[in-house]
């Protein structure tokens, strides 16, 4: 049984990696291709997402603190990307009908002109694997950065918990993996201007019908605080699905009365959730929509 569900798991991790992630998302974080309502051929699947945004944030990438001119630089380059619309063209990729495109991560070497960027490659679509190369909306912005620079590509791909911290001990230049602006991280890095806005989504077994009713945030939030510790949340390391339903004072998230397990990703989550160890999973809506695409596809 457990190399039955071994070999599932893996199925699965390969489908999500392979996941094209087409929707309505259009960049700017408003993912509505979700289930809101339940229908019948949502009740065949094994899992779906709730279409309704639970918290509003806002991207960015964290600089090191020492090098304020790539802060400025990576400020521009924003903007630029954002004016001549190549930020767009790369959301397409993942959210529309564009081909993604690979990039490959040159070594670490301190004689060349690199640039360093921090990353935790299991975010799709923000940043992902296939075979040795990286692919990811973040991954595709760090290449053209690093190619506007002037320097080699470095991706350094690491636990999310470690993004900032490697920033912030100086061993990368910049994280770049979905990261939300938030206080505490603000000790290791400094924050760009926003490129993305993201919000978090819950996801539920496919025959399930609790949350079908709910039109906003509120209406799900009302169900959560009905639930006590016998009911476990699965959530994303490190991130803001797990502030949200743990409670976090500085982004104003009362959290509830649950149990959160936390795993190294969303897919691992959701595997957990299909297997009945957990009730609910919380993770970012494009992740979200990628991930239960992918193992709805291998049902």
Known sequence: M????????????????????????????????????????????????IGVDLTKEDYAFGVDKDQPELLKAANEFI??????????????KYFGDGEPTPVKSAKLDSSKDQLLVATNASFEPYEYMKGNDYLGIDME?????????????VIQNME?????????????????AGLTIKEDRKKYVTFTDPYYNASQRIIVKGDST????CKDAE?????????????????????????????DEKMEFEGFNVTTTGYKNGSLAVQDLINGNIDYVVIDSAPAKCITDAINKIQ
Not at 210 to 213: A, I, K, L
Request: proline content about 0%; aromatic content about 6%; some cysteine.
């Open 2 to 49: 457990k190399k039955f569900l071994a070999m599932g798991l893996a199925v699965m991790m390969m489908a999500v990696t392979l996941c094209g992630c087409g929707g309505s998302d259009n960049g700017t974080g408003t993912n509505n291709s979700g289930s809101g309502s339940g229908s019948a051929a949502q009740g065949s699947q094994a899992v779906k997402v």
């Open 79 to 92: 903007k630029e990307i954002k004016d001549n619309g190549k930020f767009e063209v790369i959301c397409n």
């Open 141 to 153: 912005v760090a290449a053209a950065f690093a190619e506007k620079l002037g320097k080699e590509l």
């Open 160 to 176: 999310f918990d470690a993004v900032c911290l490697s920033v912030g001990q100086h061993k990368s230049d910049i994280a770049m």
């Open 210 to 213: 609790e949350f079908d009713s």
């Open 219 to 247: 209406s799900i939030e009302k169900i959560l605080k009905t639930k006590d510790k016998s009911v476990t949340i699965g959530v994303q390391n490190g991130t803001t699905g797990q502030f949200y339903c743990e409670g």
